[in-house]
C-alpha cells in the first residue's frame, strides 16, 4: 500500500484550518485527534479506511496518507481535503 504526502497551504490560523479537518472527517464518521501541532485522523470510505496524520508547519498543513483503499489515487483525496479546507 502506497503512502502519500501532500501540503495544504492555507492563510488563516492553525485552529481555524483544523476545525474545518475536523468537521469534514467527523461528518463523514471518522476520527480526528490532534491539536495545532500535529495529529492523527481516520475515516471509512465505502468499507474502507483511510488513515493518517498531519502537521502544522508555518501556514501549511502536511498531510501523510498512510492506509488508503488500493483503488482510491492520492489525487483523489488530496482534492477531496482541499475542496473542504478551502
Known sequence: MSVC???IPFSVDAETILAKAKKAVESQGGNFSGDVNGGQFDVSL???RIAGSYMVNGQQL?????EKPMFVPCSAIESFL???LS
Not at 502536511?62 to 498512510?66: A, D, Y
Request: avoid cysteine; charge should be positive; glycine fraction near 0%.
Open 82 to 84: 482541499k475542496s473542504k
Open 5 to 7: 504526502n501532500f501540503n
Open 46 to 48: 465505502m468499507s474502507n
Open 62 to 66: 502536511e498531510l501523510t496518507i498512510t
